[in-house]
């Protein structure tokens, strides 16, 4: 079973960037996928972004198109999220998770088995 930890998290003023970083141990299957969601106080936790392990395809929420990147490095078994444009909106704990299977790339945190702790990201306006 594979085991999650995140890193990278912290305080940025608004427009700043951060790269947050899920590191897995174990091995990863090739048919899996590692998504990332956040959860901010008193509100659901909501997806942001995935990657297959095989093949590197993505998927996004609209929320953060065009200012977070998702991307991997299998030779050491780590997804980074790049955060750039960030707002006050994207405070939030940040998790990563792993679904075994990667077609589709789910957006529903029930299609995920094993989670990260989380990091806390916030972002002063």
């Known amino acids: 079973q594979v085991q999650l930890v995140e890193s990278g998290g912290g305080l940025v003023q608004a427009g700043g960037s951060l790269r947050l970083s899920c590191a897995a141990s174990?091995?990863?299957?090739?048919?899996?996928?590692v998504g990332w969601f956040r959860q901010a106080p008193g509100k659901e936790r909501e997806f942001v972004a995935a990657i297959a392990w095989s093949g590197g395809r993505t998927r996004y929420a609209d929320s953060v198109k065009g200012r977070f990147t998702i991307s991997s490095d299998n030779a050491k078994n780590t997804v980074y999220l790049q955060m750039n444009s960030l707002k006050a909106e994207d405070t939030a704990v940040y998790y990563c998770?792993?679904?075994?299977?990667?077609?589709?790339?789910?957006?529903?945190?029930?299609?995920?088995?094993?989670w990260g702790q989380g990091t806390q990201v916030t972002v002063s306006s």
């Open positions: 998770a792993v679904d075994r299977f990667s077609w589709p790339l789910a957006v529903q945190s029930r299609e995920y088995d094993q």
């Open positions: 174990g091995r990863m299957s090739g048919s899996s996928a």
